[in-house]
């Protein structure tokens, strides 16, 4: 397996930079010396994850749509790797607003595959998600073994799998899709509606509101710190030749209970807030734990934060970061 040489002469695009994962992306990449060029729209990402990129003159920021394809292949040109994170996120927004995710998902990567394949780009990897093993009631979910997808946003992840594989049978277009498993850290954001677990029990935590658990807090996932992210980003565009065309399980290996997750982020913020169990939340796939034994053998991945470790790193962050009064 190649060692990563990504340098000054390396060119990197990256949709939906503006948000919580791309930003972090863009942001290892500039400190590995390549140049960056990432597009956002704002719909869900916001202007302060790009102040500092915005400084450095190696980075280029192209306010737009990527269901726009003629603009996919303007950005695409001069580029050797893109890391595509554009999409809406929220198994809950998706069922509230199936036909936009049709369209900002599918379209959206569409573009940027056919883009890509036309630019000559070295290696296309794109986020996936681990919706796409929907129904499927394997403890350990492993890729192949996937279920019924559950919500208009696992539909277009598992879609764009579809695109992904077939761009790199009939198209030669190498591509490489991440089936990511919770992600969180430092710029995910604490205050939407639609706000991922864990920023919401920090913010509830800090300002003392209460927090709502969906259903009885067992069901189980594998979150997994952004730095575990970036990784399996820059290993795939160097991994070996079998690993196009298909897709990877993006996790930390380990099993934690909603429940769990609450005592974890009381322990290290030595506070507690008012627990309410709610109805369960339709959509949700029930457990997650993933396989990662073909990405570590495959890309080279290698998950170097547990989730104490990452949530240490992720509240101190926060409190550095946003406004609290603690
Ligand atoms: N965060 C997670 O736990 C997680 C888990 C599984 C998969 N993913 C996937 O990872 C990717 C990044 O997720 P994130 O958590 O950083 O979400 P995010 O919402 O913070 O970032 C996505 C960014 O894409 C932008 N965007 C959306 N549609 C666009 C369009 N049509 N044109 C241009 N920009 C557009 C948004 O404005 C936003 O800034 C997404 O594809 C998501 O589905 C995330």
């Known amino acids: 397996m190649e060692s990563i040489k990504f340098n000054h002469n390396t060119s990197i695009l990256v949709t939906g930079v503006a948000g919580f994962i791309g930003s972090n992306i863009a942001e290892k990449c500039i400190e590995l010396g390549c140049r960056v060029r990432g597009i956002d729209n704002f719909s869900n990402g916001r202007k302060e994850n790009i102040m500092e990129l915005l400084k450095n003159e190696k980075f280029e920021f192209i306010n737009g749509d990527i269901c726009d394809f003629s603009l996919c292949n303007k950005i695409c040109k001069d580029i050797d790797f893109v890391f595509h994170e554009a999409a809406w996120g929220s198994v809950p927004k998706s069922i509230k607003q199936p036909l936009d995710y049709t369209q900002n998902n599918i379209l959206g990567t569409h573009n940027m595959m056919q883009a890509a394949y036309v630019n000559n780009i070295k290696k296309f990897v794109y986020a996936s998600s681990a919706s796409v093993y929907g129904d499927n009631e394997d403890k350990i979910k492993k890729v192949g073994n996937e279920g019924n997808v559950l919500s208009p946003y696992a539909l277009s992840k598992k879609s764009d799998e579809e695109l992904g594989k077939l761009y790199y049978r009939l198209y030669g277009l190498n591509t490489i ?150």
Not at 235 to 242: G, N, P, R, V
Not at 260 to 273: A, G
Request: net charge negative; charged share 25%.
């Open 177 to 326: 899709g991440l089936r990511y498993f919770n992600v969180f850290g430092r710029r995910q954001n604490p205050y939407s509606e639609y706000s991922a677990v864990i920023p919401k029990f920090i913010n509830a935590l800090l300002e003392q509101k209460e927090i709502i658990i969906n259903g009885t807090g067992e069901q189980r996932r594998d979150f997994t710190y952004i730095d575990n992210v970036i990784d399996a980003n820059l290993k795939s565009c160097t991994s070996i030749d079998i690993s196009n065309g298909k897709v990877y399980n993006v996790a930390c290996g380990e099993s934690t209970s909603i429940n769990q997750l609450y005592e974890l982020l009381c322990n290290i913020l030595h506070r507690h807030t008012k627990v309410i169990y709610g109805a369960e939340r339709k959509g949700d796939i029930k457990n997650s734990l993933a396989d990662i034994n073909e990405t570590i053998e495959q890309l080279g991945y290698n998950p170097q934060f547990k989730i104490r470790e990452g949530l240490e790193k992720t509240v101190d962050w926060y409190l550095k970061n946003l406004d609290f009064e603690v």
